[in-house]
Each structure stands twice: as C-alpha cells, then as structure tokens.
C-alpha cells in the first residue's frame, strides 16, 4: 500500500476553537496540519502567522505542519515559521524573486521545502530545482479561498509532476491542494499525488471521522 497522507487545512476550521479542531482531525485519523497563510497581497485574503503555529505547538499539537506560503515576499518569513515549528515551508516560486536562495532558506532553518505550482504554472518550469525539493505542491484551484471547484486539467499536471519525480529518483512528496473530496480523491492518487490537503470536505462534515475514513476508503480501493 502506498504512503498517502491527509492534510486537513485549517482554513475551514473553526479559528475561535482552532487547538481543538486541530486535536479533532488528528484524533479523526488526519496525519499533516495543513497551514494556510495568506497576506492579502500575492492573494486576495487573509489569514495567519506565525504566531498562530507557535500557539498550536504549544498547545501539545505534535504532527507535522505543511505551512503553504501564500506571501510574497517570502524570505523573511522562513525563520519565523521555523522556529515557531513548521515542519515544511512551501511557497510559490512567484512570489520569490530568487527560489533557489528560498529553498536553501527553508533547508538552512532545519524545515523541508516546497514548491507551489498555480494552475496555470507549467510543472517543466521548476525542473531544475526539483531534486531540491522534499515537496511538489500542485494547486487544483486559484490560491486564495477554501471551497472551490477542483480544475480537471490539474489530473494531467499531476501526471507530468509523478513523471518528472519519479525521474529524480528521490523521495519527494507530491501534494494536491483544493477542491479535494472523497469523489474524487481516487482519481487524484491515480494521477501521482500521495499527500491530499482537504478543507471544506473535512471541517464542514458534522464527524470528521468519517469524513477521513471516507477518503481512506477511496484511497484503498
Ligand atoms: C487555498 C488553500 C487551500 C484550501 C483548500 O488557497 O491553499 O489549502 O484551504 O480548501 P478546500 O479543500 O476547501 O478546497
Ligand atoms: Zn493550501
């Protein structure tokens, strides 16, 4: 059986209870936390730092946290992120004006590195830095907001993203981020992907248990 992991993101969660939330979807079966950072300015919305991340390690949370960077700059937020206990750090190679420094960045504060490919982003133009990285993040809708409609050509890319890994020779997680359900989570690991951020498909189901359950189900058939 292939190693997939689930990743519920926060930003569908309760913020006035988020230490609880986030015990509820770990205790649910979820393996990664998912962090959605937003800076209303590489995206249109808004949402939290460091300082939140910090709290929830100090709140006992000992999973490891994929913070998604959606920032721009990036750089000085690495250390930050670092040392309130991020596990991976990905941002989009957008909003960098030197990746390769970022990526280094990441790895030299002792976290793992991704990449963020936008829908419109072509896998092939991060090619170079892949056998870098210790994550591929693909968006399956525009970064920004939770619930949105997951963009069919994302299937292909993820393809492309299996085939250009694979070719590393090198263990690097493949994640998929958006519109992500238990209808279509199979197709999407047949695709390539191994790592399934899930928002809305998760905090909005009365028993997150059985909404993980779900995807597991389909994962394993
Ligand atoms: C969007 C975020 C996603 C989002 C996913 O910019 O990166 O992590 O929360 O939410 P759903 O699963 O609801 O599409
Ligand atoms: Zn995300």
């Known amino acids: 059986m292939q190693d997939f992991k689930i990743a519920p993101s926060i930003l569908a969660a309760d913020f006035a209870r988020l230490g ?14 998912h962090f959605d950072v937003m800076d209303n300015h590489y995206v249109p919305n808004l949402t939290v730092g460091p300082m939140v991340a910090k709290a929830l390690r100090n709140y006992g949370i000992t999973a490891p946290i994929d ?11 690495i250390g930050m992120f670092a040392d309130a206990g991020a596990t991976y750090i990905t941002f989009h190679p957008e909003a960098s004006r030197h990746v390769d420094r970022s990526i280094q960045l990441i790895k030299a504060a002792g976290c793992k ?7 419109a982003t072509e896998v092939d133009s ?24 997951f963009i069919p050509y994302t299937i292909d ?5 299996r085939a250009a890994i694979d070719a590393t020779g090198q263990s690097i ?23 399934f951020v ?10 997150y248990k059985d909404a993980i359950t779900a995807m597991r189900e389909q994962l394993a058939l």
Do not use: Y
């Not at 913070?67 to 937020?77: F, N, S, Y």
């Not at 899930?198 to 028993?207: C, V």
């Open 157 to 161: 890319k993820l393809r492309q993203a």
């Open 126 to 149: 991060i090619k170079t830095v892949l056998p870098q990285l210790d994550m591929l993040l693909l968006m399956s809708v525009n970064p920004g907001f939770g619930g949105q409609k």
């Open 198 to 207: 899930a928002g809305s498909a998760i905090f909005s189901k009365p028993n």
């Open 67 to 77: 913070v998604h960077l959606m920032v721009e700059p990036v750089d000085d937020l």
């Open 113 to 119: 590195a991704g990449l963020v490919l936008n829908p």
């Open 20 to 33: 609880q939330e986030v015990d509820d979807v770990l205790e649910a079966g979820a393996d990664i936390v």
């Open 173 to 195: 997680r493949l994640e998929i981020d958006g519109g992500v359900t238990a209808d279509n989570i199979r197709e999407i690991a047949e695709a390539g992907a191994d790592t």
